[in-house]
């Protein structure tokens, strides 16, 4: 949620470098992150200076673009995504730049990268239809006309079912964008680091590059598109298939099953929304005290631990102005709203908003915008882990995220305590037979290095990328040990919602090859690939998580799309299959699952609770 929208990113092919007697050099295998070279940038003014100063830009667009070429030229890059990312800056440079025919180039080859369907089709439209316009009438000034009949053109050739949410989605994203909405993130989130540290890494120069694009390029064009957009949504707006009511399993009125302890590790929850379906500790009491002497006060229903790593009895994640959560939650649906591309009161009234923004209005925005998700994400999880079965009971084990736009230092004193908290949760689990575990986060290596240059950590990306490794390490090891010494428990967790490879970038506990972890990715309501699901090895099966409506805290409703939906779906449909049989190992329990799915055209397994459940009676 805290880095900037990248639109459009295309590719071209890598062709081996030659030496001066014509023989091809052998290149060094890049195979994962950690081989990826860093390059840090010094940045003498604003970065503000930097996107808009032609030149101030032009000299470090250049840096950039050399060191990638070297790059290229030096090692085997086969991870697709860091390909992309690499030659989606060639293709921003050279519009940039008037090098119209070489970014067209670009433009074609990424669709021989791009390996889910919506994307090999949706990918570049924008960019095509700028490249042709200007190409036409071969100056740096867009001829409007030729610019919206080429997407028009473009846009109407695409097989509307299958691209329809994906335009809506890209409409949404361009609806909320403005030059000082780009510039205050930017400002937010990078700047104050920068003033200290006066340099920059390669994601961030990547991003950066991008905005100017966007400014330059997309935004002046931004009426033109959305309504090109606007009219194919009117015109053609199809309702895709369901596929999910169908497979779906209710236990409600199935008598003489069993009741199973499945634990939602997450951000909280309301446990009023599931007054009939939670954990219960009855040797604990809500009285200030450690009653059972476990180490816990009032775990009653579960634990809870603070951003510091600490424990305490608030179960819910703590939000600083309760009084505001009203106006949040129609915030949030005023979102959803624009990215589904409805017209809603709600939607014009944050579209509206966001016109008349200053670059320093941004900040507290975002920020309360991601503390209320944060604040509803547990119980939006637990809503769907619990969705049509009396006999799941909850255990609530609360983490703690950090909603600020920078947030504090890591350090490795932090990671060793995040290690001790994951070790006391899973212990947790086993005193208390927790059977199934719904996991809809992931841990990267790329956000702790982030995280170590907006704090100024470091001398250079090298060191931060040292230093992360470290502390990341501290902690994914913790983890691995702590859930493969948990045999007899179920852990379900999300895919991740980066569009990239999980094994490339060594996320956890996604990443983890364990007999007792199944990961999910997801798809959306007629079973297509999602474009923000990542991917992988270890990526097992996929549910729904696209527009899925679950529980907030208060008990209403609202819907949401990602891997933290389609992960607690699957989760769901294994509390039923040990309601139903609560022999099952873990082994057998993702055996079922597995088998049961339905495989679709590109060879994802689409889990059917249906068929997994009347496994068992076979």
Known sequence: MKKLVIFFSCVACVLLPVDVHGQQQEKKKIEKIDDLPRHTYKVSGTLTELITDENVFGPFAAEVRANIEKDLETYEITDKTTLKDFYGVFVNLDMLAGNYDAALEGVVLIRELEDKPTDKLTTNLIEESIIRARIDVETKTADQRSFVQYLTDAVGALSWEVVQDRIEAMKGDLDMFSRNILLGMIQSQYEPGVEQSHQISNEIAFELINARYLIEMVLPLKEQILEVFDAHITASSVVKVDIWEERSVNLFGVPNLTPVIVAVWDTGVDIDVFPDRLFVNTQERINGKDDDGNGYIDDVHGVAYTLDMDKTAEI?????????????????????????AMDTKEAAALKQRLAEMNPEDVKPLIEEVVEFALYIHGTYTAGLVVEDNPYARILVARLTDDCHMIPGPETIEKAKKRAKMCQEIIDYFKTNNVRVVNM??????????????????????????????????????????????????????????????????????????????????????????????????????????????????????LPASGTSASSPIAANLATKLLAVKPSLTPDEVIRLIKDGADPNENGRRLINPRRSVEMLGS
């Open 316 to 340: 819910i994640y703590p939000i600083a102005h309760p009084e505001r959560l009203p106006e949040m939650k129609e915030m949030v649906k005023a979102l959803n709203d624009i990215q589904a």
């Open 440 to 557: 809809s986060w992931t841990g990267t290596l790329r956000s702790r290095e982030s995280n170590l240059e907006v704090n100024a950590i470091g001398a250079d990306s090298e060191e931060r990328a040292k230093l992360a490794r470290e502390m990341f390490d501290i902690e994914r090891n913790a983890l691995f040990d702590a859930m493969k010494n948990a045999p007899e428990i179920l852990f379900v967790t999300s895919a991740g919602n980066e569009n990239d490879d999980i094994a490339f970038e060594d996320h956890y506990p996604n990443a983890f090859d364990l007999p007792n972890l199944l990961v999910v990715g997801a798809v959306d309501q007629a079973g297509d690939e999602t474009s923000f699901t990542s991917f992988g090895a270890t990526v097992d099966v996929y549910a729904n998580g696209f527009e899925v409506e679950s529980s907030i805290p208060g008990g209403e409703k």
